[in-house]
């Protein structure tokens, strides 16, 4: 029998079996099959066949719900083989629906490249596209956009949350997910203090900050410290979860225990975000996070002080400030981190980096390579190199993303601080 026939008419208790639709009462010597034995590849070849088969339109309506059953049930959707990915969705609309997809693949725009649109099995309520990504080890968020309206992906279980709450989210056949990111149940933690308020006066307002400190805590000892900008998201579980990356790679002995001060570009009273004008090519900001904000860490805590064992952090406009900061003040961040830096909103930062002379400074850089910051990225790099800077840069093929920035920080961590 064919391959096509593995898919019939009717799902009987975790079975598919392989009788022809086409048939009004097919015989018992019907096979029936395990659908843990069908790969996913084989399962999405097999659908257009099967379908085919089906001698009615209510057998075929009946089939197309029970194929989306079984992908959903089996947590294949969308169906992944190689860098293929098969999205799926079978709506309650009887009138024909325009389906599509938008993410990180097209850059969350309609004018950018792929544009996945879902195409309707005839006579049935299920639809189907394909996309084909950049490499196996591709991972993006995304929505389905049904006849207008944007929701996330009903078959799809797997969510990657972002700043503005939660996308379904697609890996491919080799994208491995970071271990150091999930919330262990046993082991000494750290802890993260409430929020912290420090009126700046070099910006004449208040700022909130929140302080991780290692498990084991002792003023006697001088740690490494980071100062992270956006730190409501990078402390957020759910987005940059760095708070637990640092718990888990202190605890398997990765890395030397560090303090984090994790600062917060909202106002304090309306929770009006400040970051489009604190993180951009602003000295003022600059003079807050190098003396007033630092001085008062190295006052309450026990840093180690020195530029070698200080890091600044920040993504997109945040990976502008961290360059901003190390180039004016090399003598207090002596480690930058910038993941996925927006240079392109800030070009001149290029051009301060060239024409300055080096800086003692140790940079990390990443960008994803998907509708993200790669290019500009890339021209830093050129410069950096040419100029003789310690530089640890890496592409992924993903997006603007937490679910991007998150993975990496166990590479900046082990970058400075490994132990």
Known sequence: MRKFMTISCLLISGYISFSACKEKNPPMESITKDINTLSPSAFYHSILPGLNNCKTDILRQQLADSIYSIAKSKKWIPIVFADTAVFMFNTSFT????????????????????????????????????????????????????????ILDPGNSKLAWS???????????????????????????????????????????????????????????????VFVTDGQEYSDKNLGAMNIVADNMIMDNKIKPIIIVFVDPRDPVTSTNRRMDELVNNRKYTQFLSSELFQQIKTNYSILGTPDQTAILGTS??????????????????????????????????????????ASLKVYMDAGTIYDTQDKAMEMKTILDSKGYPLHYAEYSEGHSWGNWRARIDDILIYFFQK
């Open 163 to 225: 700043g503005y709450g939660p996308n379904s989210e697609l890996a491919l056949s080799e994208y491995v997910y970071s271990d150091w990111v999930n919330e262990r149940a046993s082991g000494e933690k750290g802890t993260l203090s409430g929020n912290i308020k420090i009126h700046s006066d070099s910006l004449n307002y208040d700022i909130n900050y929140r302080v991780y400190l290692p498990a084991g805590y002792s003023a006697s000892v001088k740690y490494p410290v």
């Open 95 to 150: 009138s024909p629906a325009v389906v599509q997809v938008f993410g990180d693949l097209n850059g969350w725009r309609d004018s950018n490249a792929p544009q996945v649109t879902l195409a309707n099995y005839p006579n049935t309520t299920l639809y189907c596209g394909l996309y084909k990504a950049p490499s196996k080890t591709t991972r993006v968020d995304y929505k389905l956009v049904v006849n207008g309206t944007w």
């Open 317 to 358: 406009l945040g990976g502008i400030n961290s360059a901003y900061t190390g180039i004016l003040r090399p003598d207090v961040f002596g480690l930058i981190a910038i993941q996925s830096p927006a240079f392109w909103y800030y070009p001149n930062i290029l051009t301060l980096y060239s024409s300055a002379a080096k």
